[in-house]
């Protein structure tokens, strides 16, 4: 059974910042990985998509890496502004999405 | 374009009780799902559906019925409320399944069963 695990839970940073969140994940048999951002009280927005046959994708400010065969993706934030407080998740995807319980972004003005 | 809509925001339900969430999309997405987010859980997914009269079951089925007789459509129906059931939950879509594509989320019904 996939497990995903995200490292830190929490994260509070001062503003102009780079960061890194960690995604680990357990069965290396996946299509796909997603990030997601999630507002208090909202919907998940989707970030970032990788394939499995891609090593990295960017968007913006951010970037993703995935290493399949070591089961981890990082999602790096570059400067980071207080408007990227939010939770961030990953989603693997064997053949349905499996999440992680997210991390909590806080970015201090 | 509204996207993926959910009705209603919130909901308060007696132990027992049966309810209907609803969740619409109108953008001809062919791959419906729904998940329930508990804190320090992240999401699980419930049921399913690839298409109009098809759906199967996610991870957590049990207490939740599901029907797709539109594209459009795919309410979710608590047949007899618990207090487990206690969650917020979310509705998504994407054009042919999250195996390539991405998935679009629902604002969230934010359920709680007393």
């Known amino acids: 059974k996939q497990e995903v695990t995200q490292i830190p839970a929490a994260l509070s940073v001062p503003e102009g910042e780079n960061l890194v969140l960690n995604c680990s994940f357990t069965?290396?048999?996946?299509?796909?990985l997603q990030w997601f951002r999630q507002d208090p009280g909202k919907g998940l927005t989707s970030l970032l998509l990788i394939q499995s046959s891609q090593r990295e994708q960017t968007s913006g400010r951010l970037n993703a890496s995935l290493d399949k065969s070591s089961g981890r993706s990082t999602l790096y934030i570059a400067a980071s502004q207080p408007g990227d407080s939010a939770t961030y998740l990953c989603?693997?995807?064997?053949?349905?999405?499996?999440f992680g319980a997210g991390t909590i972004l806080r970015v201090k003005s | 374009n509204a996207g993926v809509t959910q009705t209603p925001k919130f909901q308060v339900l007696k132990t027992g009780q049966s309810m209907t969430l609803q969740c619409a999309q109108d953008?001809?997405?062919?791959?419906m799902s729904w998940y329930r987010q508990d804190p320090g859980m992240g999401l699980r997914l419930i049921h399913y559906?690839?298409?109009?009269?098809?759906?199967d079951q996610g991870e957590v089925p049990n207490g939740y019925n599901v029907s797709r007789s539109t594209t459009e459509d795919f309410p979710l129906r608590l047949l007899s409320a618990a207090p487990s059931q206690t969650s917020v939950y979310f509705c998504?879509?994407?054009?042919?399944?999250?195996?390539?594509?991405?998935?679009?989320f629902g604002p969230g019904t934010r359920l709680t069963v007393l």
């Open positions: 953008m001809n997405h062919e791959y």
């Open positions: 559906s690839v298409g109009a009269g098809i759906t």
């Open positions: 998504a879509s994407n054009r042919q399944g999250p195996t390539t594509d991405t998935q679009y």
């Open positions: 989603a693997v995807n064997g053949n349905k999405l499996v």
């Open positions: 069965d290396s048999a996946i299509y796909n």
